[in-house]
């Protein structure tokens, strides 16, 4: 493999990897020797993801449009019903978190904002999938059924602010501000 190797690379077992000129595929489960290989790599490449700068910083700016958000649905739900209102506080969130990654984590500025807009926006369009799933979840079937009567929507919406970071990094990472 030349010198522009994936981080997903660096850490797997090199006859688990082969690159093509334009991507990384990972051999099928039949190719894969028997002794747990795959599982160590893949531990690792995990662990240099989600123990970097650059998670550390993404987790920062996802905290902060994460309080636009929470704060722009709780102020939304006064004119919206619940579900619009994640809906227009999850756009207002990613528009905060596109500039803000966009500076400071990524720190892309090679001018293909609108080519970095269209993918984050897929990214998001798949996190905004998880959060909405979760939060009606936990709003209307699981915490009622713990009992939980007070704060219900608010505690549903957080958990489900929290659920697409880990996806939502690596798709940024690896679709939108790819290098």
């Known amino acids: ?12 077992e090199p006859s688990l990897v082969v690159e093509t000129a334009d991507s990384l595929v990972v051999e099928t489960a039949e190719n ?3 002794g747990g ?3 160590p790599s893949i531990a690792q490449w995990l662990k240099h993801e989600f123990f970097s ?3 550390v910083k993404f987790v920062i700016v996802g905290g902060f449009a994460a309080t636009i958000n929470f704060g722009s649905r709780i102020g939304l739900s006064v004119f919206l019903d619940y579900a619009m209102a994640i809906v227009v506080a999850y756009l ?3 528009l ?4 803000l990654n966009r500076l400071f984590v990524f720190e892309s500025q090679d001018g293909r904002t609108a ?8 990214v998001n369009l798949f996190a905004i999938f998880q959060t909405l799933v979760v939060s009606l979840v936990l709003a209307r079937m699981v915490l009622p059924s713990l009992g939980i009567e007070f704060w219900v929507e608010e505690i549903a919406h957080f958990f489900g602010i929290c659920v697409p970071v880990f996806t939502s ?10 290098k």
């Not at 798709?171 to 501000?177: I, P």
Request: charged residues 15%; positive net charge.
């Open 96 to 99: 905060t978190a596109f500039i």
């Open 169 to 178: 990094f690596l798709g940024h990472k690896y679709l939108s501000f790819k």
């Open 53 to 55: 700068s650059a998670f």
């Open 92 to 94: 207002i969130g990613m």
């Open 37 to 39: 290989a795959f599982i």
């Open 1 to 12: 493999m030349d010198s522009k190797r994936n981080d997903f690379a660096t850490f797997m």
């Open 115 to 122: 080519h970095q807009f269209f993918y984050f926006t897929l």
């Open 32 to 34: 894969i020797p028997v």
